[in-house]
């Protein structure tokens, strides 16, 4: 009995070991070392070598991506209940990576984790009850558990509970207290919450106002790879806002962010290109830019094509593809691709005349209280084009339209 024990304790003391010199191979970058005695442990049952195995062929970490494979060693260790296995799992289904979406299966994984006390699972948990994915939406419980992981310590749960109070999502707006989460998680090296804090000083939200101490914090977020403080510098640069005008350094902080896929510095890099800023004039990267940064969901970039074309500027002149632009922006609440989709339905500008439809679009931009919708709406009643005639709303409008500062009528 006493030989068996002995045996037992020193296999158990070769698979830790196995495992232990898997993550100082993994640390040093050497993947397929860290891979061979990851399997090692993992084949006599060493829950966290299957997690790790699993990460690695979902991340395609030193191997090539194995949905399968990793869907299996991350089920093999959830078995045993641990906790990073269950929210890898969680992770998979909230993201339909190498599985259906399904954010009911999602929530149980991450629920599992988190009454095991996984900070990251409590978060990512929380994250679905505060936007009703797979349960009922309850922001106050969010928040509860929120707070909960960040009083672990857990950073992103601290930038969460920063934006709930910023957004007043279930709280009252409450920047200072938004701050000092932002603040906490920032000193701990978070390149996000680094990011915010700088836009907190830039525009004075629950600290006094500081353009050097903004730029300070991106500086230190962009050195940490945020592409959201990058931008922020590109931004300063180009504006000459707490730092001297310099498009060239603006252009290569855009570049590092767009790179990174961040959506407003490719619209900003098409900006510059546009228009000769930094760098010489160039439309085709204009285009190209813009059109990455439209993929991206950032509306002004089809504001910015929806212009181009309708003016054939920079490209040959195109009244279809500048109404699917301006309609694209209008369907993301932008006022003045409204403005544009109910011009062009007026006009029959790359789609068919229907005064109709011009009449909705104007009267979708006017209540988000564009002035020039206003009165061309006003037009369309005094006139009974698309609606029914009525003279005495339609004058109320136009009035309405000047009293709300339009001083020309730009048709």
């Known amino acids: 009995m006493v030989r068996l024990f002995i045996l037992i304790s020193l296999c158990a003391s070769l698979w830790a070991g196995y495992l232990q010199e898997g993550i100082k191979a993994y640390k040093k ?16 049952g060493n829950i966290r070598a299957m997690t790790n195995l699993g990460v690695m062929y979902r991340y395609r970490i030193g191997v090539k991506k194995s949905c399968d494979r990793a869907l299996s060693y991350f089920q093999e260790a959830a078995k045993s209940g641990f906790p990073r296995a269950l929210t890898e799992l969680g992770v998979m289904y909230e993201t339909a990576d190498c599985v259906e979406r399904d954010f009911k299966k999602a929530f149980e994984y991450y629920e599992k984790a988190a009454k095991k006390g996984y900070a990251r699972a409590i978060t990512n948990l929380a994250y679905l009850i505060q936007k009703g994915l797979g349960t009922k939406k309850d922001t106050q419980t969010a928040l509860k558990l929120y707070k909960k ?3 672990m310590g857990y950073v992103r749960a601290m930038v969460f509970v920063g934006q709930m109070y910023e957004a007043g999502d279930g709280v009252p707006k409450d920047f200072e207290t938004a701050f000092k989460y932002y603040e906490t998680a920032a ?12 836009a907190m000083y830039e525009k004075g939200l629950g600290v006094k106002k500081s353009i050097e101490r903004a730029i300070y914090w991106w500086e230190k977020a962009a050195k940490n790879g945020s592409a959201e403080a990058m931008n922020a510098l590109g931004f300063m640069y180009m504006k000459g806002n707490g730092v001297e005008k310099d498009n060239k350094k603006a252009l290569e902080y855009f570049t590092k962010s767009a790179k990174k896929g961040f959506a407003w510095a490719r619209y900003n890099l098409g900006y510059l290109y546009r228009f000769g800023l930094g760098v010489p004039k160039d439309c085709k990267k204009a285009l190209y830019w813009y059109r990455l940064a439209a993929r991206g969901g950032y509306v002004l970039a089809n504001v910015a094509l929806g212009k181009m074309y309708d003016r054939g500027e920079c490209v040959e002149r195109d009244e279809k593809a500048a109404f699917e632009n301006f309609l694209n922006g209008a369907l993301k609440g932008n006022l003045y691709s409204m403005l544009q989709i109910g011009r062009m339905y007026e006009e029959g500008r790359g789609v068919k005349r229907d005064f109709k439809e011009a009449a909705k679009w104007y009267e979708k931009a006017a209540i988000g209280g564009s002035a020039q919708a206003t009165y061309n709406l006003g037009l369309l009643y005094y006139n009974g084009l698309g609606v029914e005639k009525d003279e005495h709303t339609g004058l109320i409008l136009m009035q309405k339209a000047k009293n709300m500062g339009l001083e020309t009528v730009d048709m």
């Open 29 to 44: 970058g050497n993947y397929k070392e860290a891979l061979r005695l990851y399997k090692l442990a993992a084949e006599e």
């Open 149 to 151: 992981a960040a009083d």
């Open 187 to 198: 000193k701990k090296g978070y390149a996000r919450a680094q990011a915010y804090l700088g």
